[in-house]
């Protein structure tokens, strides 16, 4: 466990001093000053908060983003290590495979969450100042699926850092596989199976594959119960999941898919040429 920490906040502190790490705090803060710029959050339509609307406008500006960032900064943390020779003086060290591994995952996790999520609540305190009443459960279950959807990626970024070879391999693969995710988002390319007589419940089946999509959806559940947003489509989701079952899968599916690639990473992170 302590070695485990101590790779934590060395990874920490790495990103504290990149530059990725503050473009990335900046476009976060950004997105926030942007919304208070247009007055969403002092609004009110159709009984809904500014503060409702403002957070689900942060939340599907962070679904295109937030991916894509995890992944392309993430890759690197074995492939990138691996072509520096690092893990040549890793392996002289009394630090574990494990404790390396779950350190970097652990340390990543807190830098790529936690400015994301001080952005959502700059966006509370701002509500609050400006005596706007705070949707509360929207704002829990928005940042736990803010949670979710980091740690989804990163599990998927550590997957893809593992089997790589190299950094540049790790980042085209990383990039490759966020726009087929970005392009299979609200049935852009499922309409091509529609037209080859795919079924509407084989469609939607694939299309709630897809983290973005859940993630994406589950947002819009709070704010439009009915997904009105989503067409026909909505009919299958709603009758087969529920409003309270889809809003528990937005959750559950996105984390146990993170897990899991994060588990298959350290697999062939331990059986691989470290060297």
Not at 199 to 204: F, R, Y
Request: with cysteine; hydrophobic share 60%; net charge neutral.
């Amino acid at each position: 466990m302590k070695h485990l920490l101590l790779t934590a906040m060395a990874d920490i502190n790495e990103s504290l001093r990149s530059r990725w790490f503050i473009i990335y705090t900046l476009i976060f803060g950004g997105i926030v000053v942007a919304l208070f710029i247009t007055g969403l959050t002092e609004s009110r339509v159709m009984g809904f908060t500014g503060l409702s609307r403002t957070l689900v406008t942060y939340l599907q500006i962070t679904m295109a983003i937030l991916p894509v960032f995890v992944l392309l900064t993430t890759v690197r943390s074995v492939a990138g290590d691996r072509e520096a020779g690092i893990f040549e003086y890793l392996l002289s060290l009394p630090v574990g495979l494990a404790s390396w591994y779950w350190g970097k995952i652990l340390g990543r996790f807190v830098v790529v969450f936690l400015p994301v999520v001080l952005a959502m609540m700059l966006a509370v305190v701002w509500a609050a100042i400006k005596g706007a009443e705070i949707p509360w459960g929207q704002v829990f279950f928005y940042t736990l699926m803010l949670l979710v959807l980091a740690w989804c990626f990163l599990g998927i970024g550590m997957l893809i850092s593992s089997l790589a070879r190299s950094a540049d391999v790790a980042q085209g693969a990383a990039f490759i596989i966020w726009l087929v995710l970005l392009l299979f988002l609200d049935l852009i390319l499922l309409g091509i199976m529609i037209q080859n007589g795919s079924t509407a419940d084989t469609v939607v089946l694939i299309a709630l594959l897809n983290p973005l999509q859940v993630f994406r959806t589950g947002a819009m559940m709070l704010f439009d119960p009915q997904l009105v947003l989503l067409g026909p489509s909505a009919w299958v989701i709603l009758d087969t999941f529920g409003h309270t079952g889809y809003l528990i899968y937005s959750i559950v599916y996105p984390l146990l898919l993170g897990t899991l690639c994060a588990w298959l990473g350290y697999f062939f992170f331990k059986r691989g040429d470290l060297p």
